[in-house]
């Protein structure tokens, strides 16, 4: 899998940084569920699909400087994101690698024990693959923006487990050129909760 051959990438390169550089860096690998929202156009015929609490995968590869502010690029990857709008079951997927800006403030000490709050903000790339059935199927890359905040707490200089909520939302409204189904307009946006462990480096 591309997301899988991204993060091993991402990790190499965490690894190579010299000790200055990556201080304050930490990668963090994540299991979350996405929800809410709407899928943009959505065939006229069928019913809006909006149970779309479906498994998400991936990881945020980041560094903090000065402690306070900081950067990072969150990478994700959910298998039948869409669900298909006669039967409801699942199919395509949705994968973003979205860079963010950090405000994460240290409550304690940055080494050992400690708890981060933090606020992100970003653009990047939302990717949607989707099936309709047989009639069709597209791919499309979106300019998307992102909110959201969560909390790091490290039980160690280099462990910890982090958990956060955002929201994502593509800049433009759909055009996806379907022009031979009745499509409505619409935009593309749903929130996504996660957690999981974080390596402090």
Known sequence: ????????????????????????????????????????????????????????????????????????????????FFPDPVSGDGGGNLVTFVPALVLGIPLGVQRGFGVRPFAIAGAGLVRRNFDVGSLTSFSQNDLAYTLGGGVMCFFADHFG???????????????????????????FDFSRASAGVVFRF
């Not at 955002?166 to 055009?175: A, E, K, P």
Request: charged letters at 25%; a negative charge; proline letters at 2%.
């Open 1 to 80: 899998m591309r997301i899988g051959r991204i993060l091993v990438l991402c990790g190499l390169i965490v690894a190579v940084l010299p000790d200055s550089a990556r201080a304050d860096g930490y990668f963090a690998p994540f299991v979350g569920a996405n929800f809410g929202g709407a899928l943009g156009r959505s065939l006229d015929l069928a019913i809006r699909d909006r149970d779309r609490d479906r498994v998400a995968v991936g990881a945020t590869l980041g560094v903090m400087g000065g402690g306070v502010f900081g950067v990072e690029l969150d990478m994700s990857y959910t298998n039948n």
């Open 161 to 187: 487990i982090r958990g956060d909520v955002r929201y994502v939302r593509n800049f433009s409204v759909d055009d996806l050129g379907l022009t031979d189904i009745d499509f409505e307009r619409g935009t």
